[in-house]
């Protein structure tokens, strides 16, 4: 809900300051539209940028499971100490599991609903190994974990090395879309641009070039989203 408020404010206010600049509607509302679908999209990649925080949290998970267990915890009591040394952004659902654990005393449950709610091959596959040793005893539990921070360490560094170059593209991409909207907004403080741009044919331009515009963006993200690895252990 705060994202679309978000986006209807920012949306108004362009509106706003672009009929106040140009004395021109079509063109206010055109750049009203523009402003509403870059806030959104600003809005959804932050969303992006948290889920990448979370996937790079999990090799710091397994070094603290690591620790724990090395200087004599148990797996559940290494599990609850997340809630107070983990990562910050998974502290909230370690805080819950945590309180499950104390609530039903069922430590596999407890596991089973942290997977669920991670929903992540990365989570699924540190779980998994937790439930697999909790069933068969803990004396691999370590080397499986150290095998498994190594394999996600690499995962992850790649995956930001291709998130680099994909970047430096979208951006380049954004800057080529931006261009002819800086450029109107520019000519349109000139009165026969701004009267121009107010007829039905500069309307039905305007509203080509918004087409156009968002058309190119979802194309353009299409081909730059980096593929998920798929879920094994659902």
């Known amino acids: 809900m705060k994202t679309y408020l978000k986006t209807l404010v920012a949306a108004f206010t362009t509106t706003a300051i672009v009929i106040i600049v140009t004395q021109s509607i079509s063109i206010g509302c055109a750049f009203g539209v523009l402003a509403s679908g870059a806030a959104f999209a600003t809005l959804r990649a932050r969303e992006n940028r948290s889920d990448s925080q979370l996937i790079s949290a999990w090799p710091e998970v397994i070094d603290h499971l690591m620790s724990g267990i090395q200087s004599g915890l148990s797996l559940s009591e290494s599990l609850v100490g997340l809630a107070t040394r983990g990562p910050e952004i998974l502290r909230p659902a370690f805080i819950n599991f945590r309180d499950s654990l104390f609530h039903d005393g069922d430590l596999v449950s407890a596991i089973k609903e942290l997977k669920t709610n991670f929903h992540h ?3 699924d596959q540190i779980f998994e190994a937790l439930l697999i040793s909790k069933a068969l005893g803990g004396s691999e539990l370590l080397s499986i974990l150290r095998t498994l921070g190594d394999f996600l360490r690499q995962d ?11 970047n430096w593209i979208r951006n380049s991409a954004h800057m080529s879309a931006v261009a002819p909207w800086i450029l109107l907004l520019l000519l349109s403080t000139q009165p026969s641009t701004a009267v121009a741009f107010s007829s039905p044919t500069g309307g039905l331009i305007l509203v080509a070039g918004l087409v156009m515009t968002a058309l190119a963006y979802l194309w353009m993200n299409k081909l730059g989203r980096l593929p998920q690895t798929p879920r094994v252990f659902t």
């Open 121 to 123: 091959h990365g989570s």
């Open 156 to 166: 992850l560094a790649l995956r930001r090395e291709i998130e680099v170059k994909h």
